[in-house]
């Protein structure tokens, strides 16, 4: 079956450096591979999709990759802030193509 | 949330009762979803229904019902099968967009 792995629960940085967070995924080939962040208490909030047939997608201080052949997304956030920090979930549609399925999220905490 | 409202924000149920999550959506979108997500364990599938009157079980639908019978609501039902429901539920519609709007979700607790 299929099933998506962020590699890392927490991920602690400073103020300023560069977050890189993997989400890998096997026994599938996603058209599309999407970002979410979640605060505390919150829903998570839809941050970026990056198609098959792109190699890195970005907005803002955000960059996401997507190598189909490593079957691997890199999320990375430039000059990291303290209100960068929250979870960040990776998602792919399931296999029917009817709905999301979800990593388990990596926590990210930036300090100052 | 962008359309979607979840109630009540807070929930908490007796041994052996039902109680009944609300999801409520004004922007006309056909597919909802909700989801069940515990510490440690991410966001796992409930039910969805992609149109009125329809709705598929998704991966840990057991102790869970639904209905679609208006486009807007989407109601999820915790039922007394339901062995350990305390957890943070979230509701989701497709957005005309690429992503999904989620709500702001409702914490039961099993009291």
């Known amino acids: 079956s299929q099933k998506i792995e962020q590699n890392s629960e927490a991920l602690n940085i400073q103020e300023g450096k560069t977050a890189t967070l993997t989400c890998n995924y096997t026994n599938y080939s996603p058209a599309y591979l999407q970002w979410y962040r979640q605060d505390p208490g919150r829903g998570p909030v839809f941050l970026l999709l990056?198609?098959?047939?792109?190699k890195e997608k970005r907005k803002e201080r955000l960059k996401v990759t997507f190598d189909t052949t490593l079957k691997q997304s890199l999320f990375h956030i430039t000059a990291s802030q303290p209100a960068d920090s929250a979870t960040y979930l990776c998602?792919?549609?399931?296999?029917?193509?009817?709905?999301?399925?979800f990593g388990k999220g990596t926590t990210l905490s930036v300090s100052s | 949330d962008g359309g979607i409202t979840q109630s009540p924000k807070y929930l908490f149920r007796k041994e052996g009762q039902n109680v009944t999550l609300s999801c409520e959506q004004n922007l006309n979108h056909d597919a909802m979803y909700w989801y069940r997500q515990d510490p440690g364990q991410g966001l796992r599938l409930i039910y969805y229904?992609?149109?009125?009157?329809?709705?598929q079980k998704g991966d840990i639908a057991e102790g869970y019902s639904v209905s679609r019978e208006k486009k807007e609501s989407f109601p999820l039902t915790v039922t007394s099968a339901q062995k350990n429901p305390t957890a943070f539920y979230l509701c989701a519609i497709k957005d005309r967009g690429p992503g999904y709007t989620f709500g702001s979700g409702t914490r039961l607790t099993v009291v």
């Open positions: 990056i198609r098959e047939n792109e």
């Open positions: 998602a792919l549609r399931n296999q029917a193509g009817t709905a999301l399925i």
């Open positions: 229904s992609q149109i009125v009157n329809d709705f």
